[in-house]
């Protein structure tokens, strides 16, 4: 019989800040941070957390933020390609930064002497279905169009920490490797059974038993199937969403370009028909606006003026 769930399901953290922005286990943060930069530092205790908790996207938090060595690490796991992240680094940024500056009271922001601050490297973790280079640079200058050559910019690595890529980071940081096999153990048992429960359990058997995870997963299984079960929801969500709205709104686009010569109907069709799904997203409570906004790559004004909210 499966194992019941009686864990609180308003439980949202990611399972990729439960192993790697957790406090009781800073060495796998070191290790993961090691594994990026080439770096050997053994001292995990200097590792100082800020993840901000109200920063919320897709109803779950902001996956890792913490500061080592001068440098301001923003780590964001996703399953879903969004060339919006560093928009939303943008905004998340400025909330770590000034909690920064109002913690060190010899900060001072108007002095005539040059104030420094912390280097930050934003990575966005993807282990998503659609298929990805091992490593793509995203910038936020790509959002400001023509003026891309404006004063401001930021940029994301977006890494493929699927199982089979980028082997060289994943053999560097047993922790990571362990969680991307685990991924795709779960989501591969969640496409061959009904239940759910059941397919995390197989993918917690299947990891290796020298698997430096596997114990802690394990004594958290419950928190970790509603973690998974969550995420995968989730995923799929994001993919029905897409491929039956886009299919639809080709549908749409192709009628409007025959019936009205026009040869833009193709794409206004497309559009139209993915904000539909959005939209219906957003009337049952699977989606919040912003949510949705986000998805359709829209500001949320935007949003809800095409879809008439």
């Not at 993961?32 to 080439?38: E, M, S």
């Not at 901000?52 to 923003?74: E, G, R």
């Amino acid at each position: 019989m499966a194992e019941s769930l009686s864990v609180n399901r308003e439980f949202k953290d990611r399972l990729f800040k439960f192993i790697f922005g957790n406090p009781e286990r800073k060495e796998w943060t070191l290790w993961l941070f090691n594994a990026l930069n080439h770096s050997n530092y053994t001292n995990a205790d200097e590792i100082e957390f800020n993840t901000l908790d109200d920063a919320i996207y897709m109803s779950m938090k902001n996956d890792v933020s913490f500061l080592l060595h001068s440098t301001l690490n923003f780590y964001e796991q996703q399953s879903s390609l969004c060339p919006n992240m560093p928009i939303r680094f943008l905004e998340y940024a400025p909330k770590v930064y000034s909690a920064y500056i109002q913690a060190n009271p010899n900060f001072h922001i108007y002095s005539s002497v040059q104030q420094y601050l912390p280097a930050p490297r934003f990575v966005c973790f993807y282990n998503g279905r659609a298929d990805q280079e091992d490593s793509v640079e995203l910038k936020l200058s790509t959002a400001f169009g023509e003026h891309a050559n404006g004063s401001l910019e930021l940029v994301v690595e977006m890494i493929n920490i699927n199982y089979g890529h980028n082997q060289e980071l994943l053999e560097a940081c047993r922790p990571l490797k362990d969680y991307s096999y685990f991924v795709a153990q779960a989501r591969h048992y969640m496409t061959e059974t009904d239940s759910k429960e059941e397919a995390v359990d197989a993918a917690l058997s299947d990891l290796p038993d020298d698997s430096v995870i596997k114990p802690y997963l394990l004594a958290h299984r419950a928190e970790v199937k509603i973690m998974c079960i969550t995420e995968y929801d989730e995923e799929k969500v994001h993919a029905d969403f897409f491929e039956d709205g886009f299919q639809q709104g080709i549908e749409q686009g192709i009628e409007q370009g025959f019936e009205r010569g026009d040869k833009h109907g193709f794409e206004r069709g497309k559009t139209q028909g993915g904000i539909e799904m959005l939209v219906k997203g957003v009337s049952t409570g699977l989606l919040t606006t912003s949510q949705a906004a986000a998805l359709a790559e829209m500001t949320e004004a935007d949003f809800m003026s095409a879809a008439g909210l």
